[in-house]
């Protein structure tokens, strides 16, 4: 299994708070992704980052963004929550060698907004 | 604009039966696609991919097959098991980003 740890596994927030998700990797890739899985919409880019403090939006940023100040952590951060962002919530790492793409996801987040 | 597509929310099989697993791509470029395998409260995990290069890929149970005139991949999974039972996605990079399917539920029934 690819080393990689998500914080916390569960999260009930109410609409308006901040909630930040933490995603941590031992393996010392460069690529990092938060993603959300939703009914209906397969996995869906949120942010990704292809280095320290190199970070860029995906496919439904609105609502998040994100920061990593170190190889091993990439920070995921709801300013003001709202009931639409309940989701759940994947961390991936890649190396992005060989030409391969593969990504290696942690085990996800649930987040509940009230 | 969903540039990969899985139009079958659902299948279920019978144990020992074959699986197949529909893809279908809009996007000309995509030159590699992976399958991921999902069981609730876990991460997507990675399973088998094909490189546009090829047709088909095979990994013990799991085979993959790629008609790019089509823009249409599948998994076939034979024999199944219930244990195969989860969700899949497939997905197709570039960019360094992966797009996903919306995934098919798989149920193998004993």
């Known amino acids: 299994d690819a080393g990689i740890t998500q914080s916390p596994r569960h999260k009930v927030t109410e609409t308006g708070t901040p909630v930040t998700l933490r995603c941590h990797q031992t393996e010392n890739h460069r690529y990092m992704y938060w993603y959300r899985q939703d009914p209906g919409h397969g996995l869906r880019l949120i942010h990704y980052?292809?280095?320290?403090?190199?970070?860029d939006k995906g496919e439904v940023s609105d609502g998040y963004s994100v920061s990593r100040s170190k190889t091993e952590d990439f920070l995921l951060t709801l300013e003001s929550a709202t009931s639409s962002q309940t989701s759940v919530y994947f961390c991936?790492?890649?190396?992005?060698?060989?030409?391969?793409?593969?990504?290696?996801f942690g085990p996800g987040t649930r987040l509940t907004v009230l | 604009d969903q540039q990969v597509k899985q139009n079958s929310p659902s299948l279920s099989v019978q144990e020992g039966r074959i699986s197949i697993l529909n893809c279908d791509y809009t996007?000309?470029?995509?030159?590699?696609f992976l399958w991921y395998k999902k069981y609730p409260a876990e991460g997507p995990t990675f399973l088998i991919s094909i490189s546009s290069i090829k047709d088909k890929n095979e990994d013990g149970r799991f085979t993959v097959f790629l008609n790019k005139s089509a823009k249409h991949l599948s998994l076939h999974i034979v024999p199944s098991q219930p244990g195969d039972s989860a969700v899949y996605f497939c997905?197709?990079?570039?960019?360094?980003?992966?797009?996903f399917g919306q995934g098919t539920i798989l149920t193998v029934h004993p």
């Open positions: 991936a790492i890649s190396a992005q060698s060989e030409g391969t793409d593969t990504q290696y």
């Open positions: 996007n000309s470029m995509f030159d590699y």
């Open positions: 980052s292809y280095g320290v403090k190199d970070t």
């Open positions: 997905a197709a990079p570039s960019y360094g980003k992966l797009t």
